[in-house]
C-alpha cells in the first residue's frame, strides 16, 4: 500500500513557474515507477509525465515538452514536476500516482498506476 500527498500548487501569472511534489509513504517508494497527470473541470484526466523507478527514463505529453520536468528522490520518497513558462491551458488538478512493473512509454495510460493522490489544484492566470 502507497498512500501519495501533492503539494505545491497554488495560483500562478502566465509565464510563471511552480514545483510540485508528491510525498509517498512507506518505504518501497523505489519499486514504483511514477507519474503526474492532470484533470481540467469538464475535461478527462490526461497524461503529463511519468518516471521509472531509478529516474533513468521519463516521458511527457507532447503539450508540456520542454517547459515541464519530472524527477524523483528515492531518498525522501518524493517525485516533483518542475513547471516552467505556465500556460492559461495548463490549470488543472494536478495528480500523482504510483505504479509497478516494468517502465515503458505504455506508463501514459492511466490504467498501468495503482495508487493515486487527491491531486493540487494549479491555477494559470492570463
Known amino acids: 500500500q502507497v498512500q501519495l500527498v501533492e503539494s505545491g500548487g497554488g495560483l500562478v501569472q502566465a509565464g510563471g513557474s511552480l514545483r510540485l511534489s508528491c510525498a509517498a509513504s512507506?518505504?518501497?517508494?523505489?519499486?514504483?515507477?511514477m507519474g503526474w497527470f492532470r484533470q481540467a473541470p469538464g475535461k478527462e484526466r490526461e497524461f503529463v509525465a511519468a518516471?521509472?523507478?531509478?529516474?533513468?527514463?521519463?516521458n511527457y505529453a507532447d503539450s508540456v515538452k520542454g517547459r515541464f520536468c519530472i524527477s524523483r528522490d528515492n531518498a525522501k520518497n518524493t517525485v516533483y514536476l518542475q513547471m516552467n513558462t505556465l500556460k492559461p491551458e495548463d490549470t488543472a488538478v494536478y495528480l500523482c500516482?504510483?505504479?509497478?512493473?516494468?517502465?515503458?512509454?505504455?506508463?501514459?495510460?492511466?490504467?498501468?498506476?495503482?495508487?493515486w493522490g487527491q491531486g493540487t489544484q494549479v491555477t494559470v492566470s492570463s
Open positions: 500516482a504510483a505504479g509497478g512493473g516494468v517502465y515503458s512509454a505504455a506508463y501514459s495510460r492511466s490504467q498501468r498506476y495503482d495508487y
Open positions: 512507506g518505504r518501497t517508494f523505489s519499486s514504483y515507477n
Open positions: 518516471i521509472s523507478k531509478t529516474g533513468g527514463f521519463t
